[in-house]
């Protein structure tokens, strides 16, 4: 199996790798990259802790050959925050006890970016209908909602 | 469960041609990618370790859901589940395929995974082969040097295997236009919303003066393919609406089936619901139909 180079663009920086086809993103991401905020749960596509966006859409980089990627623009739970100023739905999380052990949330907060910038207002069943493809073991998922109602009415006051 | 994917040559063709040569070259040991919704996963749990994988990334023209309830829908192989989910035309035109994908409860899923892979993999479960059989869908698969059209009844032949040979793959799939007076509706029963359905049924009913002209009722989960049941059906066509008696014609359709006892459910559980699902179908269907 040949090795390739190939460029990926994760949270606006550019990194040119040697890759195998068998190399998945979120291997990438943790091993070659060292950015460990994405995480491997199931590996089988069920869980969604590995969920990054690709190009805006949400992904599973568990189950994502990282050469079908390159040339994307990645963002990972690494690429919200702006030096030490959280994104607000990371804020809302935080301010709602929504996190737990932490490892269902950079999945959880990624997709709810996704929801937010969809839809801008969602109802409670909309938020739970978008986060139906991540788990969280911990939390009862109550808390959770709760936080991206909560970020959808802080982003619709200026933020991003 | 493994961490690490075995080794494979990958592909990047152009052109539907391309993938069709690479497929033969290789002669059933190469897989084609679109979305990797369940190649990959199957790959990490070795299930499948296919030496060549032959993405569809690059091959241009593929992503489309073009049409409505007036010229037909035609869905691009590429297309993911979530955009035909999200298509007006679905939305408005076939509200019962959008209720079929808007059921499925992973949105990653749905954006990675595409519609015509779903039909490939050929679950007997599928929801959306379910829907789309009792929508009357046609399947283009592309060989050697021809397209053929496939009605989706005649698709499917066991449990993951269809009548694609290996150098074959789907390029389209299309659903007829919705004449007036025609309402469809989509059931499931699952453990918790995530799981995939222990019991399913689709019905799609036309209707013209007050007269049943057409029905398809499907099944799925409930034999070794998603089922279609005509004698079911054949009591429903050319019948006055007021006179249809939905109950025996779900009991009809509940002794087409042969379900199996599984992790999900049990034989004579399914069997039940079958026959549960489908009298609520077809009165939904009925109720579209006339709106």
């Given at each position: 199996m040949?090795?390739?180079?190939?460029?990926?663009?994760?949270?606006?920086?550019?990194?040119?790798?040697?890759?195998?086809?068998?190399?998945?993103?979120?291997?990438?991401?943790?091993?070659?990259?060292?950015?460990?905020?994405?995480?491997?749960?199931?590996g089988t596509a069920d869980c969604g802790a590995c969920t990054v966006l690709v190009d805006g859409k949400s992904t599973l980089s568990c189950s994502t050959l990282a050469i079908t990627v390159r040339d994307k623009e990645i963002l990972t739970i690494e690429g919200l925050a702006q030096g030490t100023v959280l994104h607000p739905i990371q804020q809302a999380?935080?301010?709602?006890?929504?996190?737990?052990?932490?490892?269902?949330?950079?999945?959880?907060?990624?997709?709810?970016?996704?929801?937010?910038?969809?839809?801008?207002?969602?109802?409670?069943?909309?938020?739970?209908?978008?986060?139906?493809?991540?788990?969280?073991?911990?939390?009862?998922?109550?808390?959770?909602?709760?936080?991206?109602?909560?970020?959808?009415?802080?982003?619709?006051?200026?933020?991003? | 469960m493994y961490r690490v994917l075995r080794p494979f040559e990958y592909f990047e063709p152009t052109t539907v041609a391309e993938v069709v040569e690479i497929l033969s070259r290789y002669d059933g040991k190469a897989k084609v990618l679109a979305g990797g919704m369940d190649l990959v996963p199957k790959m990490r749990r070795r299930d499948l370790s296919p030496e060549y994988i032959i993405s569809l990334q690059r091959v241009k023209g593929l992503d489309y859901v073009n049409g409505d309830g007036k010229t037909g829908l035609q869905i691009g192989a590429l297309a993911s589940l979530?955009?035909?989910?999200?298509?007006?035309?679905?939305?408005?035109?076939?509200?019962?395929l959008y209720e079929a994908i808007h059921q499925i409860a992973s949105v990653q899923v749905k954006t990675n995974g595409t519609l015509v892979g779903n039909l490939c993999v050929a679950t007997p479960?599928?929801?959306?082969?379910?829907?789309?059989?009792?929508?009357?869908?046609?399947?283009?698969?592309?060989?050697?040097?021809?397209?053929k059209d496939v009605p989706i009844e005649d698709f499917f032949t066991g449990p993951g295997r269809t009548i694609m040979a290996t150098n074959e793959i789907?390029?389209?799939?299309?659903?007829?236009?919705?004449?007036?007076?025609?309402?469809?509706?989509?059931?499931?029963?699952?453990r918790v919303k995530e799981d995939i359905a222990k019991v399913s049924a689709a019905v799609v009913i036309t209707t013209a003066n007050a007269v049943c002209q057409t029905?398809?009722?499907?099944?799925?989960?409930?034999?070794?393919?998603?089922?279609?049941?005509?004698?079911?059906?054949?009591?429903?066509?050319?019948?006055?609406?007021e006179s249809i008696d939905s109950?025996?014609?779900?009991?009809?359709?509940?002794?087409?089936?042969?379900?199996?006892?599984d992790l999900r459910s049990d034989a004579e559980y399914r069997k039940d619901m079958a026959r549960v699902l489908t009298r609520r179908a077809i009165e939904r269907a009925l109720e579209r139909a006339k709106s």
């Open positions: 040949k090795k390739q180079v190939a460029n990926f663009i994760v949270n606006g920086r550019a990194y040119e790798l040697l890759i195998e086809p068998r190399t998945t993103l979120l291997e990438l991401l943790r091993n070659e990259i060292g950015l460990t905020g994405t995480k491997y749960g199931c999380f935080v301010d709602y006890g929504a996190v737990q052990c932490g490892y269902c949330t950079p999945g959880m907060i990624l997709t709810s970016k996704v929801l937010l910038d969809e839809n801008p207002s969602p109802t409670r069943e909309e938020v739970k209908e978008a986060l139906g493809g991540n788990l969280c073991r911990c939390t009862g998922y109550v808390k959770i909602i709760d936080a991206v109602l909560h970020a959808a009415e802080t982003r619709g006051k200026g933020d991003k | 979530r955009s035909v989910e999200l298509s007006p035309a679905v939305v408005w035109d076939y509200i019962s479960a599928s929801d959306v082969a379910t829907i789309l059989m009792a929508l009357g869908a046609t399947l283009k698969v592309a060989g050697t040097g021809r397209v789907v390029t389209e799939v299309s659903v007829p236009e919705v004449p007036p007076g025609t309402g469809g509706a989509f059931l499931n029963l699952t029905a398809k009722i499907a099944l799925g989960a409930v034999a070794p393919t998603p089922l279609r049941c005509h004698q079911a059906e054949a009591l429903l066509t050319g019948k006055k609406l109950e025996l014609v779900a009991q009809l359709a509940a002794d087409a089936c042969a379900p199996i006892t």
